[in-house]
């Protein structure tokens, strides 16, 4: 933005191109539109359609107002699925956030070389396989005989092993650990760039003033960070309440309904229950969640533009 | 710069410790994948006796080259166009002063926060008016279109970072809109097309839901999609099931090597330049 | 990079553009048709195969070679008809299975585990003209009666809109080696037998039952449980979503109930809802648990594994000397309303049950009955294998006529979206036998009513 013209200026002195150039920029325009407004807005349209009729999907449909909505805010197992979406919101983003923080912090210092750039590679990995891929590997990582476990024994801790995914408690904790064995790396790396960019000098003068890490995160790296870190909450928040490969590979919403999301719910609400109202209202309630959350956590990041 | 020497020590361990914690999952994959098939594997060892057969038995009873023949068919049909049309409407948005710039820019990202799946419903019942459903082209509209927020945004981006003098110097020569869009704005957007590029055939690639609504057919999703299918397949033998996972992942996985230098890079400038 | 780089207005722009979807959407007509989907125009039904070459699509689930052996034997005596077969795995099929129907290009033939409402959208074709110009009167009414489903929804009467590609049945197979050393010589003859079996096992140290939870396998146990207290039509006539019918019946609470008593005494492997259906084969036929309660198709593979060291009986009744119930159904198949092939498809499945070659196939690679004329000859099995068991249980259920349909095939939605999560926590010992029962009916009249 700062590298804009006063717009004044040029609007004076270009007001002919600027004609012309908004009916080329229209025209740049009209295929990603098209494609946008088609294959999101559209299907958008029609989901908030359907969610005020009760329809199986095939036959014909019957007119309910908000009775979808009703059953939405009021069913207990849906509203579960719901909670359980903002506990994965722990794992999903306070925890790679967090733990990017601390660890870029600690190692902003370090050379560029090839132990680092092979350990941004190491860490981003997660990021490129499928989460479905990713749910298949931890689900064998739970298991009773499986790399967690065997860790466990190994270290003394053998009593407390159990098949992880299985336990009423232990269920949801362990699936959105996955998310952060996913997200963690970005994380890290995203900040460790911010980190870069923050003037180098002011850490000098804060060690100066013998200010120790604590104080130095806290007065200059963490509000340096700001942008970034509005980036990576709304990122991994939406992946946290719209999740659905993690589970739908590793649980599938058991045992009993401990790791039910509501992606899991729509799925099998809409397809193999084929009541398709009802699955859209929850979608449409699913996607304002979203927006309530994400929207005020763009507030931090625009305090820091001024 | 001072530094604390326990810190730096700190630092290290922990980032040794984070590098460890995201490559056992990986590495208790492959443990699992060499273990014999008809059981369930006994632990996180390395096997006296490596079955690699498993990986030719994944390969050949999940269909794995069709699978990426279905996968490269829908890669290549999202991301040529996509690149295209983002890279047009974000020089639109970032390069050309336009009004209502700013709206259409929010109306884009406003699509950023949609779930996919409050889109799920309406994209089936859309494909099977279109007569897409069940195949590739059902994956591929939709997903054009969901990529469209960030794509649009991403090359928004990079235009708006292009210092104006260029192209008024490009007016002075005469040159129009599309002139002067194609010969100085679209070689100087290489760097971002081609980290948007590799962005968008990872997440087509990984694309999950999509897929396993859309196409009743496993042959004819993307590879992840076709993971679930692989469960039933493999009647969850868990070796070969890790096997045809790791075999999936695996063009990812290369693809992301060969280009990680700049990808990374692209990916880290991009995202936080505005 | 913010994402939202609104500066003010973005939250009002995007309640702007909420409302104007709203009232976009508001203002449409209602989604779906407003008729019956209409068939297209079917051949006259015969019974003579065609000499065209015709291609024949089959959607089934993964992990069911059987319809690949079948096709391929078709083919070979046929050479005109060729099959395209397409697989998913079962959770995906049935929650695509309506959808794929109503699409332009339907499978001729798909697996079909629950009608819900295809008959009533029109869907799936109604076999009844084949019926009759096959004579498939001669085959035993009980086989068919599950794939029936008259015009308002109900299964077990009406018109025939399914077949099946061989007839299940369920029992429970026994290590007996385990049981030798356990001092166990026979198979349980009651349920209280039963429970003494389990009781020794628990004690000496063996897994008294191998099962899962993860996807719903351990149901087999649950529902063998109801079926010995159950009135079997009762049981049924809900299955079968006659009007009135409940779950919520003394017979299922006593079974529900007795379920519980086993989670509470430690019968399940502690860690059941983490196994699922190949990790539960998998102990079983490496040598943990006792009893494993499962269907005819694993009959073949356990006998591979275990060698002698394994019998299959049918779950035993409450009292002794009462007749045996056991779950058992079609692996049943329905034909695409819109199939341009329905002459060659009802061929083909007249075939199934009537070829010589087509029926040892059934048995061969299912261990299930083949189904059909019961006065046709049984496919040779080698005696005393647990296949030839599973045949003997089938005929000997069929003579007790105790046959009942698995809980699962209730509805579509059921078994995902409750009767498996509700009985990972009775077999946990989280909820009761009751509250079993109860909420699996709260969750059914919502799908049904």
């Known amino acids: 933005m700062s590298t804009r013209a006063p717009l004044i200026t040029r609007r004076v002195a270009v007001s002919a191109a600027a004609r012309r150039a908004t009916i080329a920029a229209w025209l740049l325009l009209t295929p990603a539109l098209i494609a946008y407004i088609s294959f999101v807005i559209w299907p958008l349209i029609l989901g908030v359609q359907y969610s005020f009729y009760d329809w199986n999907g095939i036959g014909p449909s019957t007119w309910v107002g908000f009775e979808n909505y009703l059953t939405v805010v009021t069913d207990p197992t849906l509203l579960a699925s719901i909670a359980n979406a903002f506990i994965l919101v722990a794992f999903f983003t306070v925890i790679p956030v967090g733990v990017g923080l601390m660890l870029a912090s600690l190692i902003r210092t370090m050379k560029a070389g090839p132990f680092t750039t092979i350990s941004q590679t190491i860490l981003f990995l997660p990021q490129i ?102 980036v990576l909450i709304t990122l991994t928040v939406i992946a946290a309440l719209s999740s659905f490969d993690i589970i739908y590979t590793s649980t599938q919403g058991g045992p009993g309904r401990a790791t039910l999301v509501p992606g899991i719910s729509i799925f099998r609400i809409g397809f193999t229950q084929s009541d398709v109202g009802l699955a859209s209202a929850f979608g449409i309630v699913l996607m304002v969640l979203v927006l309530a959350v994400v929207l005020p956590i763009q507030r931090l990041s625009r305090t820091s533009d001024r | 710069m001072i530094n604390n020497k326990s810190e730096v020590i700190l630092g290290r361990l922990l980032l040794v410790i984070a590098l460890v914690i995201t490559l056992v999952p990986l590495a208790s994959m492959l443990s699992a994948a060499l273990q014999p098939a008809d059981q369930n594997p006994t632990g996180f060892v390395w096997p006296s006796d490596p079955q690699w057969i498993n990986f030719v038995t994944a390969f050949e009873v999940g269909n794995v080259f069709r699978l990426m023949q279905s996968s490269a068919l829908i890669v290549l049909g999202v991301v040529p166009i996509s690149i295209i049309i983002a890279t047009m409407a974000g020089y639109a948005l970032g390069g050309l002063r336009m009004k209502g710039g700013r ?58 970072n292009v210092p104006p003098e260029l192209s008024e110097a490009a007016r002075v020569d005469g040159a129009t809109t599309w002139q002067e869009f194609v010969r100085i704005q679209l070689p100087l957007a290489v760097p971002a097309t081609s980290a948007l590029a590799i962005l968008l055939f990872l997440w087509t690639w990984n694309q999950f839901l999509l897929p396993v609504v859309l196409v009743a057919d496993p042959l004819n999703r993307t590879v992840a999609g076709a993971l679930t299918f692989f469960q039933g397949q493999y009647s969850l033998s868990i070796p070969l099931l890790n096997a045809g996972a790791l075999l999936i992942i695996t063009p990812a996985i290369i693809v992301f090597l060969i280009f990680q230098r700049q990808f990374v890079r692209a990916l880290l400038q991009g995202a936080v330049k505005g | 990079m913010t994402l939202f780089r609104t500066r003010r207005g973005g939250t009002g722009l995007a309640v702007v553009a909420l409302s104007a979807i709203a009232a976009a959407a508001l203002t449409g007509c209602a989604p779906g048709s407003s008729g019956t989907a209409s068939t297209t125009s079917q051949a006259p039904v015969s019974t003579e195969l065609t000499t065209d070459d015709v291609v024949l699509t089959i959607a089934d689930e993964t992990g069911f070679p059987v319809t690949d052996k079948l096709t391929e034997e078709f083919t070979k005596q046929h050479p005109n008809v060729t099959f395209n077969i397409t697989r998913d795995t079962f959770q995906n099929l049935t929650a695509n299975a309506p959808k794929l129907l109503a699409s332009d290009t339907p499978p001729d033939l798909i697996r079909l585990p629950t009608l819900g409402d295809t008959v009533k959208d029109g869907l799936v074709a109604n076999l009844d003209p084949y019926f009759d110009a096959y004579g498939w009167d001669k085959w035993p009414a009980s086989q068919l009666a599950p794939l029936r489903m008259t015009e308002d929804g109900t299964r077990g009467s009406g018109s025939l809109y399914q077949l099946g590609l061989g007839y299940s049945v369920t029992g429970i197979y026994m290590n007996t080696k385990l049981a030798s050393q356990l001092g166990i010589t026979a198979p349980p003859q009651t349920l209280d037998e039963l429970e003494k079996d389990l009781a020794i096992a628990k004690a000496g140290g063996v897994q008294p039952i191998m099962s899962g939870d993860k996807d719903g396998v351990v149901n087999f146990v649950v529902q063998a449980a109801m079926n010995q207290y159950a009135d079997k039509d009762e049981f049924l006539s809900w299955m079968f979503n006659e009007k009135g019918a409940t779950f919520d019946t003394e017979g299922n609470v006593k079974g529900a109930e007795l379920i519980r008593k086993w989670a509470d005494a430690g019968y399940f492997p502690s860690d059941i809802n983490a196994i699922d259906y190949f990790t539960f084969n998998s102990n079983f036929t490496g040598g943990q648990g006792l009893f494993a309660w499962n269907g005819n198709w694993e009959a073949a593979n356990y006998q591979k594994a275990l060698g002698s060291d394994v019998t299959y009986f049918l779950a035993p009744p409450a009292t002794a000397g009462g007749k045996h119930v056991a779950m058992g159904a079609a692996n049943s198949f329905s034909v695409a309303a819109k199939s341009k092939h329905l002459n060659e498809i009802a061929y083909f499945l007249n075939w199934v049950h009537t070829d010589e070659k087509a029926r040892q196939i059934i048995v061969d690679v299912t261990g299930a009955s083949p189904g059909g004329d019961p006065s046709l000859a049984l496919p040779s099995v080698e005696s005393g294998s647990l296949i030839g068991q599973a045949l003997e249980m089938s005929s000997q259920l069929g003579a007790e006529d105790g046959q009942v349909d698995f809980m699962a095939n209730t509805t579509a939605g059921i078994y995902a979206g409750s009767i498996i999560p509700e009985s990972q926590l009775l077999v946990t010992s989280q909820i009761t036998g009751q509250e079993f029962v109860e909420r699996v009916q709260k969750f059914y009249e919502g799908e049904v009513g």
């Open chain 2, 103 to 160: 709206f259409i820019l929010i109306f884009f990202v406003l699509g950023l926060t949609i779930p996919f799946e409050a889109l799920i419903i309406p994209l089936y019942y859309q494909a099977q008016s279109m007569g897409t459903l069940n195949t590739q082209l059902a994956i591929v509209f939709p997903l054009i279109g969901l990529f469209m927020p960030f794509s649009v945004f991403w090359m928004r981006a990079h235009f708006v």
């Open chain 1, 129 to 230: 396989i499928p989460l479905a891929a990713a749910g298949i590997a931890w689900s064998w990582m739970y298991a009773q005989t499986g790399a967690i476990n065997q860790f466990l024994s190994a270290i003394g801790l053998g009593g407390i092993t159990r098949s992880w995914l299985a336990g009423y408690d232990t269920a949801l904790p362990a699936v959105g650990l996955i998310g952060s064995w996913v997200l963690t790396g970005l994380c890290t790396v995203l900040l460790l760039t911010g980190i870069s960019k923050i003037d180098g000098s002011l850490y000098e003068a804060i060690r100066l003033d013998g200010a120790g890490w604590w104080r130095e995160f806290f007065t200059i790296t963490l509000p340096g960070l700001r942008q970034e870190i509005a």
